[in-house]
């Protein structure tokens, strides 16, 4: 069965220092996601990217964040400046199409660390 | 997006039904119920979507009343794997781009 893919699982790195997450969707999908949870939290939403760019973004999605489809397979967020605040579970996600059927398929997540 | 209220936690035994209600007073005519299963340290996974009357998958069962203003997630015959949370989302098509997750319903079953 095809499965969004993340890597790296874990990624620990110190404050002020750019990370970039990686994500390679479902092959023939369409819609891309990336969402985040803090630890005991709940997941947030913060970007969607179609057609090669961003579709909508959440408040939390600020100048330090962005998104690139550099290839036809993966799908990155990178983090500029990290800070404290941005250690949490990140998520990828992919959707086939746009239609009535809200199935969104998630990876397994990036723990990332900020220290 | 419409409010979802749902319990902050379920316990049951391993072979009992577990049935998780979702209440959304204010659904609108477009907007679907959709149901998200998170095990620990792992994303989110789409369980069943419904509209009205009932949706039945090989994991679930959906229970939509009339009304629409609430919804029950009916788990049959659970398992120590079914401990997780289960998330209740409403919306409509447009509104796909995003999932927003609430707090969900800690479900824990034990032997």
């Known amino acids: 069965e095809p499965e969004v893919t993340q890597t790296p699982s874990h990624q620990v790195t110190q404050m002020g220092q750019e990370v970039i997450l990686r994500c390679v969707p479902i092959?023939?999908?369409?819609?891309f996601y990336w969402y985040r949870q803090i630890l005991g939290q709940k997941v947030e939403f913060l970007v969607s990217?179609?057609?090669?760019?961003?579709?909508?973004k959440s408040e939390i999605f600020d100048d330090q964040f962005s998104v690139e489809r550099p290839d036809g397979s993966n799908f990155t967020l990178k983090i500029r400046s990290t800070k404290l605040e941005d250690s949490a579970m990140y998520f990828c996600?992919?959707?086939?199409?746009?239609?009535?059927?809200?199935?969104?398929?998630f990876g397994p997540g990036t723990r990332l660390t900020v220290l | 997006l419409a409010k979802t209220t749902q319990p902050i936690s379920m316990d049951s035994y391993e072979g009992q039904e577990v049935n998780i209600t979702c209440s959304h007073n204010?659904?609108?005519?477009?907007?679907?119920i959709t149901w998200y299963q998170q095990f620990p340290s792992q994303g989110p996974r789409f369980i069943i979507q419904?509209?009205?009357t009932k949706v039945t998958n090989e994991v679930a069962s959906l229970f939509i009343p009339a009304d629409r203003k609430s919804s029950t997630l009916s788990l049959p015959r659970v398992s120590l794997s079914d401990t997780a949370v289960y998330y209740c989302?409403?919306?409509?098509?447009?509104?796909?781009?995003?999932?927003?997750f609430g707090a969900g319903t800690q479900v824990v079953v034990t032997p």
């Open positions: 996600a992919s959707r086939a199409e746009r239609g009535l059927n809200n199935e969104q398929f």
């Open positions: 092959s023939n999908h369409l819609y």
């Open positions: 990217f179609y057609n090669n760019e961003i579709s909508e």
């Open positions: 204010n659904i609108a005519t477009n907007d679907y």
């Open positions: 419904g509209y009205k």
């Open positions: 989302l409403v919306g409509t098509p447009d509104s796909w781009g995003k999932l927003q």
